[in-house]
């Protein structure tokens, strides 16, 4: 290893790179900082709106009309921290890169917050003033903590009537359970709100109501009421981080005096480690506050040499682990975390290089298809405007066009170089509606319009109805589906008709049975025989199905195994309550017999078909249907109707709380019933309500609805 990680031809040095997501609930705000965040960078000279659909990083034609984000935005940009007027700042005077990517707050569009966590190293959660901790803020913040990812936390919407910043704070300690400390608390609120008080240096960063682009603003004295909040957020934040770090700690301990310097480098480490969370106020919309969140960036959020190297495992040994040293001079690692379609240069797949260097024009080898490819073009991407470079470098993240044979998770790296890095996780879908061309001639382009979108989104699945010959497409969400539906239509050219959507319900066994499957035919030459005998039992939720072969004695041959294990797998996929797929099962092989002729492989598997049949009548089967964890946030005059409501669609009510004027009724409600509820909220509220819902757990359905369900399978 050389001495310095830095290859001399590196625009900017590790240590000066920064890799952050952006990331929320819905409507917290996200594309409006990441535009602000560009427009004092120097990146954008016009500050683009969600709700006029000129944001830059919601470049496609549905996130414009919406005005909500659908698929993460890459982007970069340079910010220098200023020491102005006595403002200790740990890395000024030295031009920082950020690399940024904002994400969906949409549920429906969770896989693009999980593929992006993956690959970053840092993440501004965003929340807002006026609602707190929301569900999907829950879950980012959770997906982050699968990822080990250090977070700051930015409490926008500050402007708004009913913001709250230290109610946010405490909502963050007991519903996040996370040590947090205020670096930059808000001066003022609503439309009194004036800018920004900076802890650590006891400064006021106050703007100006004449620049209402928020471009300038002065560092002041703190007036008295101001000093006195200062004094009792920094020592909570001196005790957090001498808690957290031992440097600080030793020197706390010894009352010896700590500097700011010191201080932030102690906050800085204890941040990286997710000791400590740090938390800043603003108004991204009224350009407040911005630029000192860019400083916390910079002064919190690690570079690529603040984390721990990638640790992968040899593709064909999962037990030896291989590390991935960040470094220029290191052979080369990256992950393919995203790919996609565009409409100039085709096929992109993004990636984040944890190691080495790589070039156009270069080959790398994919360990799971063990194949090599030849990067064509390396694109930096800039939400939808594409730049040529020739190189990438250890931590940078871009675009590469020529790999056909790329996914989603994919480790790309030289060839002779055995290592697989951790893909990302995604969920289950939970809806699904079929999907058919009005005219024969958009057939090949339906078909071609679908894989490429369900290789782009791992969260987007396609499959042919066996019994109606049908495409059924499943996704996240009502909106998911729509979405997709409306990306075949523009980039595609392929006009579609869909079903109605359908929901993803699974079948379980609710108690221990026997079953036993007997296939024996003769027609003369030689015949058909198996024989297999299993117990079944429930198995523990999310195990799927497990399998042990208990056979004594060779009663069937070590060569039918896997053939009858084949057939167990097969049969889980149609229940027999309704044929929906069958989850949680554990299988045990007991006994079965089998005939020196005429016993093969096709006969074991149909015979262990017949043998799971047979135990899933015993066995007490039932149907699971899709719970959501919802969210409701209304006036108070308007709780009644909407619990009522949320009790007609079967939801069992979990709590019910009052912020101010606003109240928050939190239930769990089948899916199936969450159809147009968006319309129904708002006619109850007159548009002042809003919700938010996720995937929450499966449970059994109620027996009185099963029969309409089947009913409604089988087109009676």
Same mark, same amino acid.
């Given at each position: 290893?050389?001495?310095?990680?830095?290859?001399?031809?590196?625009?900017?040095?590790?240590?000066?790179?920064?890799?952050?997501?952006?990331?929320?609930?819905?409507?917290?705000?996200?594309?409006?900082?990441?535009?602000?965040?560009?427009?004092?960078?120097?990146?954008? *000279?016009?500050?683009?709106?969600? *709700?006029?659909?000129?944001?830059?990083?919601?470049?496609?034609?549905?996130?414009?009309?919406?005005?909500?984000?659908?698929?993460?935005?890459?982007?970069?940009?340079?910010?220098?921290?200023?020491? &102005?007027?006595?403002?200790?700042?740990?890395?000024?005077? &030295?031009?920082?890169?950020?690399?940024?990517?904002?994400?969906?707050? *949409?549920?429906?569009?969770?896989?693009?917050?999980?593929?992006?966590?993956?690959?970053?190293?840092?993440?501004?959660?965003?929340?807002?003033?006026?609602?707190?901790?929301?569900?999907?803020?829950?879950?980012?913040?959770? /997906? $982050?903590?699968?990822?080990?990812? +250090?977070?700051?936390?930015?409490?926008?919407?500050?402007?708004?009537?009913?913001?709250?910043?230290?109610?946010?704070?405490?909502?963050?300690?007991?519903?996040?359970?996370?040590?947090?400390?205020?670096?930059?608390?808000?001066?003022?609120?609503?439309?009194?709100?004036?800018?920004?008080?900076?802890?650590?240096?006891?400064?006021?960063?106050?703007?100006?109501?004449?620049?209402?682009?928020?471009?300038?603003?002065?560092?002041?004295?703190?007036?008295?009421?101001?000093?006195?909040?200062?004094?009792?957020?920094?020592?909570?934040?001196?005790?957090?981080?001498?808690?957290?770090?031992?440097?600080?700690?030793?020197?706390?301990?010894?009352?010896?005096?700590?500097?700011?310097?010191?201080?932030?480098?102690?906050?800085?480490?204890?941040?990286?480690?997710?000791?400590?969370?740090?938390?800043?106020?603003?108004?991204?919309?009224?350009?407040?506050?911005?630029?000192?969140?860019?400083?916390?960036?910079?002064?919190?959020?690690?570079?690529?040499?603040?984390?721990?190297?990638? !640790?992968?495992?040899?593709?064909?040994?999962?037990?030896?682990?291989?590390?991935?040293?960040?470094?220029?001079?290191?052979?080369?690692?990256?992950?393919?975390?995203?790919?996609?379609?565009?409409?100039? #240069?085709?096929?992109?797949?993004?990636?984040?290089?944890?190691?080495?260097?790589?070039?156009?024009?270069?080959?790398?080898?994919?360990?799971?298809?063990?194949?090599?490819?030849?990067?064509?073009?390396?694109?930096?991407?800039?939400?939808?405007? *594409?730049?040529?470079?020739?190189?990438?470098?250890?931590?940078?993240?871009?675009?590469?066009?020529?790999?056909?044979?790329?996914?989603?998770?994919?480790?790309?790296?030289? +060839?002779?170089?055995?290592?697989?890095?951790?893909?990302?996780?995604?969920?289950?879908?939970?809806?699904?509606?079929?999907?058919?061309?009005?005219?024969?001639?958009?057939?090949?382009?339906?078909?071609?319009?679908?894989?490429?979108? =369900?290789?782009?989104?791992?969260?987007?699945?396609?499959?042919?109805?066996?019994?109606?010959?049908?495409?059924?497409?499943?996704?996240?969400?009502?909106?998911?589906?729509? !979405?997709?539906?409306?990306?075949?239509?523009?980039?595609?050219?392929?006009?579609?008709?869909?079903?109605?959507?359908?929901?993803?319900?699974?079948?379980?066994?609710? %108690?221990?049975? %026997?079953?036993?499957?007997?296939?024996?035919?003769?027609?003369?030459?030689?015949?058909?025989?198996?024989?297999? !005998?299993?117990?079944?039992?429930?198995?523990?939720?999310?195990?799927?199905?497990?399998?042990?072969?208990?056979? #004594?004695?060779?009663?069937?041959?070590? &060569?039918?195994?896997?053939?009858? %294990?084949?057939?167990?797998?097969?049969?889980?996929?149609?229940?027999? !309550?309704?044929?929906?797929?069958?989850?949680?099962?554990?299988?045990?092989?007991?006994?079965? =017999?089998?005939?020196?002729?005429?016993?093969?492989? =096709?006969?074991?598997?149909?015979?262990?078909?017949?043998?799971?049949?047979?135990?899933?009548?015993?066995?007490?089967?039932?149907?699971?249907?899709?719970?959501?964890?919802?969210?409701?946030?209304?006036?108070?005059?308007? /709780?009644?109707?909407?619990?009522?409501?949320?009790?007609?669609?079967?939801?069992?009510?979990?709590?019910?709380?009052?912020?101010?004027?606003?109240?928050?009724?939190?239930?769990?409600?089948?899916?199936?019933?969450?159809?147009?509820?968006?319309?129904?909220?708002?006619?109850?509220?007159?548009?002042?309500?809003?919700?938010?819902?996720?995937? $929450?757990?499966?449970?059994?359905?109620?027996?009185?609805?099963?029969?309409?369900?089947?009913?409604?399978?089988?087109?009676?």
């Amino acid at each position: 290893m050389s001495s310095s990680p830095n290859s001399p031809n590196r625009a900017f040095p590790l240590e000066r790179t920064r890799n952050i997501g952006i990331a929320a609930h819905i409507d917290a705000g996200k594309t409006t900082l990441t535009e602000r965040v560009l427009f004092y960078t120097g990146m954008i *000279h016009k500050i683009g709106e969600v *709700h006029d659909g000129a944001a830059t990083t919601d470049h496609m034609e549905q996130e414009r009309e919406r005005g909500i984000t659908i698929t993460s935005a890459a982007v970069t940009c340079e910010w220098e921290q200023k020491a &102005e007027n006595g403002v200790a700042k740990l890395f000024s005077g &030295e031009k920082q890169r950020v690399n940024i990517i904002d994400t969906p707050g *949409h549920v429906d569009f969770t896989a693009e917050v999980e593929r992006s966590l993956r690959v970053l190293d840092g993440a501004v959660v965003v929340f807002c003033g006026v609602a707190g901790v929301q569900p999907q803020t829950e879950t980012v913040w959770r /997906q $982050a903590t699968k990822y080990n990812v +250090p977070r700051i936390v930015f409490v926008n919407k500050m402007d708004r009537t009913g913001a709250d910043f230290q109610g946010v704070v405490d909502d963050v300690r007991k519903r996040l359970g996370v040590t947090v400390v205020r670096i930059l608390i808000p001066i003022g609120s609503e439309e009194n709100l004036k800018g920004q008080i900076d802890v650590l240096n006891k400064r006021a960063i106050l703007f100006s109501d004449d620049d209402l682009l928020g471009s300038t603003y002065t560092i002041e004295d703190l007036t008295s009421d101001q000093l006195a909040l200062a004094n009792e957020a920094y020592e909570e934040l001196l005790d957090a981080v001498a808690n957290a770090d031992d440097a600080v700690g030793e020197k706390f301990l010894g009352e010896e005096e700590i500097s700011v310097e010191e201080l932030k480098a102690g906050l800085r480490r204890a941040t990286i480690e997710n000791k400590i969370v740090p938390m800043a106020g603003g108004s991204a919309f009224k350009n407040k506050g911005v630029q000192s969140v860019l400083d916390a960036i910079v002064d919190y959020l690690p570079s690529p040499l603040d984390i721990a190297s990638a !640790v992968g495992q040899k593709a064909d040994d999962a037990e030896t682990k291989v590390e991935a040293t960040t470094d220029d001079s290191a052979k080369f690692v990256s992950l393919a975390f995203k790919l996609w379609s565009d409409k100039f #240069v085709g096929k992109l797949v993004f990636f984040r290089v944890y190691s080495g260097t790589v070039s156009k024009g270069d080959q790398v080898y994919n360990p799971r298809t063990r194949k090599k490819e030849r990067i064509g073009r390396l694109i930096q991407i800039q939400a939808n405007q *594409h730049t040529d470079i020739d190189t990438c470098y250890a931590g940078d993240i871009a675009a590469m066009v020529g790999l056909k044979d790329a996914r989603t998770g994919d480790t790309l790296t030289v +060839p002779g170089n055995d290592i697989l890095l951790e893909p990302p996780t995604f969920p289950e879908p939970v809806i699904s509606m079929s999907i058919e061309p009005k005219t024969t001639a958009d057939q090949d382009k339906l078909a071609i319009g679908l894989q490429r979108l =369900s290789d782009e989104d791992p969260t987007f699945m396609v499959k042919t109805d066996e019994d109606t010959g049908q495409t059924i497409v499943s996704g996240m969400g009502e909106l998911h589906l729509e !979405v997709i539906r409306d990306r075949l239509f523009r980039e595609f050219k392929v006009d579609a008709t869909s079903g109605a959507p359908q929901i993803a319900y699974r079948e379980t066994i609710t %108690k221990p049975a %026997k079953g036993e499957g007997i296939l024996k035919k003769q027609t003369g030459g030689r015949g058909q025989y198996g024989h297999v !005998v299993i117990n079944v039992r429930p198995g523990a939720k999310g195990t799927g199905l497990v399998i042990e072969d208990k056979t #004594v004695g060779g009663v069937i041959p070590k &060569e039918f195994i896997n053939a009858s %294990k084949t057939g167990l797998k097969e049969a889980m996929l149609n229940g027999i !309550v309704a044929g929906y797929p069958v989850v949680d099962v554990e299988v045990d092989i007991i006994d079965g =017999s089998s005939h020196d002729v005429d016993s093969n492989e =096709s006969a074991f598997k149909m015979a262990a078909i017949f043998a799971m049949r047979d135990a899933f009548k015993n066995a007490e089967p039932i149907m699971l249907e899709p719970l959501m964890a919802v969210e409701a946030q209304t006036p108070e005059e308007y /709780q009644g109707d909407i619990m009522g409501d949320l009790n007609r669609r079967r939801g069992k009510i979990s709590s019910m709380e009052t912020k101010g004027i606003l109240a928050t009724v939190k239930a769990d409600v089948p899916l199936s019933a969450m159809f147009g509820y968006s319309t129904a909220i708002r006619t109850l509220s007159s548009g002042r309500a809003s919700y938010s819902m996720e995937p $929450a757990r499966f449970e059994a359905v109620p027996p009185k609805i099963v029969n309409d369900i089947v009913e409604a399978r089988m087109g009676y």
